[in-house]
Nanobody, 128 residues
Framework: VQLQAFGGGLVQAGGSLRLSCEVSGIDLDNYVIGWFRQAPGKEREGVSCIRNRSGTTYYGDSVKGRFTISRDNAKNTVDLQMNSLKPEDTAVYYC??????????????????????WGQGTQVTVSS
């Protein structure tokens, strides 16, 4: 199983970036894919996720209305379109896969411990 996140870079505040997570070795129909980020000195936080069968999307409060997650099962990719970027969005972004969870999903998707597979991170830097 391999998840590869790429697309990060340096962008000015107000700009956009599109991250992509390429997934191999698992069937996206059976896995929730989440995006997390971790800024220096901070905990890794859930940014967004997309459920496997329904395609329902979830977003953290800080990115709601600015970020959009999407999935292409044919290409085995999950993208994160990030618009109106702010300096506080600066972090290393990770994608991860989860195939089961416990508890209320509204909280479970944000819990890094519930994800089985992780990709390497991609750095996003937003300058002011």
């Amino acid at each position: 199983v391999q998840l590869q996140a790429f697309g990060g870079g340096l962008v000015q505040a107000g700009g956009s970036l599109r991250l992509s997570c390429e997934v191999s070795g698992i069937d996206l129909d059976n896995y929730v894919i989440g995006w997390f980020r971790q800024a220096p000195g901070k905990e890794r936080e859930g940014v967004s996720c997309i459920r496997n069968r329904s395609g329902t999307t979830y977003y953290g409060d800080s990115v709601k209305g600015r970020f959009t997650i999407s999935r292409d099962n044919a290409k085995n990719t999950v993208d994160l379109q990030m618009n109106s970027l702010k300096p506080e969005d600066t972090a290393v972004y990770y994608c991860a896969a989860m195939n089961w969870f416990f508890g209320n999903f509204d909280y479970a998707w944000r819990d890094r411990a519930q994800y089985k597979y992780w990709g390497q991170g991609t750095q996003v830097t937003v300058s002011s």
